[in-house]
Structure formats: structure tokens, C-alpha cells
């Protein structure tokens, strides 16, 4: 591996942030929030999924909608933080994964949409 393989080439971090609701409204206005006030640069919403998981000790099995927005590491905390003010739900689903690789181009893009 070279050297050039292992140094980021462009060193701004961006994460793609994954949430779910129960209703497509509600992606909507989330997607439409976090934009507005500029915690992600964008946000795409797909569903329904199926979701199965457990809560309050027994398994639920619900439809919602997933939310995947993008934002910086920088603005992570916002973001996290305007979702759980925002979203309906007890213990909102809020996962944020590092974006490996993204074009120059996009990741400045996310990086000022999301500069506040």
C-alpha cells in the first residue's frame, strides 16, 4: 500500500446519520427540519421498512420510514441533538457512520450546507 492509500485525501469528515419513524409525514418533516436548520446538508427518506425489535420486554414489529441524512463530524452533535428535541419517539434511533471515501466536491458541499 502506498502512502497515498493510506493519508485521506481530502480531510473533511462526512457521516451519513440513519433514523426511523413510524410515519412518512414525519420523515418528511425531520428531513425537511434538519435541513432548514442547516444539522444536514441533505436527507433522503426510504419505506416502509419493516422493523423488529424489542421494547418494554416484549417483540414489536412495526412499519416506518428510515432517514438518512448527511452532515460533518463537526456537526454531528447538533444534529443529534436537534433530532432527539424533534423526533416523537422515547429512544429515537440516531447512528451515525463515517463516510469512508467521498468526492472533494460533495464533501465541501455537505460542509458548507451544514456550516450554520
Do not use: F
Request: with cysteine; aromatic share 8%.
Amino acid at each position: 500500500m502506498s502512502e497515498n492509500d493510506r493519508t485521506d485525501p481530502h480531510p473533511l469528515t462526512v457521516l451519513t446519520v440513519l433514523t426511523t419513524t413510524d410515519t412518512e409525514y414525519k420523515a418528511e418533516q425531520l428531513a425537511r427540519g434538519a435541513v432548514t436548520a442547516r444539522v444536514a446538508a441533505c436527507a433522503q427518506i426510504n419505506g416502509p421498512v419493516t422493523s423488529v425489535y424489542r421494547w418494554d420486554g416484549a417483540i414489536e414489529t412495526a412499519r416506518e420510514w428510515q432517514l438518512l441524512l448527511k452532515t460533518t463530524a463537526a456537526r454531528y452533535a447538533a444534529l443529534e441533538a436537534w433530532l432527539t428535541e424533534a423526533h416523537d419517539y422515547d429512544t429515537p434511533e440516531i447512528i451515525a457512520t463515517p463516510v469512508v471515501r467521498a468526492a472533494p466536491a460533495y464533501a465541501e458541499w455537505v460542509a458548507r450546507e451544514t456550516a450554520g
